[in-house]
């Protein structure tokens, strides 16, 4: 089970998530901006994720999360993106290879699904071609039309628009809602 752990050492008050022991899951700091384009860079590469601004991944880096190993060493991460108070966007999850068939990638998404939550919105809205994965955690597939704020921030001016292959898929988190879950992740 996902356990908020308090009390990690860092400036302010935070949640690190733990799960019988490493890596540990915690918000990512502004150092490692580098670090998590790089766990991503391959994947960049090849097609299958977008490439994310350095810039605005500073500037948003209080959204980010990330998973260490015991040596420090950022093994998965994942952002959460704000259309409005009530609707964010998880994006930008990645593992590396060596963790992979770990669990690790469902852990950082109820992770940032708890984040989400504690942040007001609620409904967690992703574009994936990972559906299973993330069907596994609770969402359920809906259509991208029906969220404007996402198709207009991001999918009009995307490169890939025409071929797009990515599922969309949406959490509710309020108690009580769609997906079953009761809002838990």
């Keep these: ?21 490493l890596p540990i899951i915690r918000p990512a700091e502004a150092h490692e901006a580098d670090d998590i384009l790089a766990l991503f860079a391959e994947e960049v590469q090849a ?24 040596q420090g060493r950022i093994v998965g991460c994942v952002s959460l993106v704000f259309f409005n108070a009530d609707l964010c966007e998880v994006r930008s999850l990645a593992v590396h290879p060596d963790a992979r068939g770990s669990g690790l990638g469902g852990r950082l998404i109820r992770a940032s699904l ?36 996402k198709v207009w921030r991001d999918c009009a001016p995307c490169p890939l628009k025409e071929m797009c292959d990515e599922v969309a898929l949406v959490y509710d988190l309020d108690p009580g809602t769609a ?4 809002g838990s992740a």
């Design 1 to 21: 089970m996902l356990q908020p752990c308090h009390g990690y050492p860092t400036r302010s008050r935070t949640h690190v998530y733990t799960e019988g022991g």
């Design 47 to 70: 097609g299958k994720m977008l490439p994310r601004d350095p810039v605005e991944v500073r500037a948003g880096i209080g959204n980010w999360l990330v998973a260490t190993d015991l």
């Design 114 to 149: 708890d984040l989400a939550k504690r942040r007001g919105a609620r409904r967690a809205l992703t574009l994936t071609r990972a559906v299973r994965l993330f069907e596994l955690v609770g969402f359920r597939r809906d259509l991208v039309a029906n969220y404007p704020e």
């Design 179 to 182: 997906n079953g879950k009761g």
